[in-house]
């Protein structure tokens, strides 16, 4: 099973069409407070919220795909 990470979530839209072809999710990142809340509620996964500059590479588990 192939990995994603998703930078730029927005509520999740791109994320949904990867589990329902087999991936797995394994992290997202989003900035928009309301877009989060919007996230939270459709999935388990690990949600970053914070501005993308301020990401630590180190901090993400290694994924297969990056979407953005």
Same mark, same amino acid.
């Given at each position: 099973?192939?990995?994603?990470?998703?930078?730029?979530?927005?509520?999740?839209?791109?994320? %949904?069409? *990867?589990?329902?072809?087999?991936?797995?999710? %394994?992290?997202?990142?989003? *900035? $928009?407070?309301?877009?989060?809340? @919007?996230?939270?509620?459709?999935?388990?996964?690990? %949600?970053?919220?914070?501005?993308?500059?301020?990401?630590?590479?180190? $901090?993400?588990?290694?994924? $297969?795909?990056? @979407?953005?």
């Amino acid at each position: 099973m192939y990995t994603v990470g998703g930078l730029f979530a927005g509520v999740g839209g791109i994320e %949904l069409g *990867f589990e329902g072809n087999g991936f797995k999710v %394994l992290w997202a990142n989003e *900035f $928009d407070k309301d877009a989060c809340n @919007t996230y939270r509620s459709n999935f388990n996964h690990r %949600l970053i919220e914070q501005d993308i500059h301020t990401l630590e590479v180190k $901090d993400l588990s290694p994924v $297969d795909v990056i @979407t953005a």
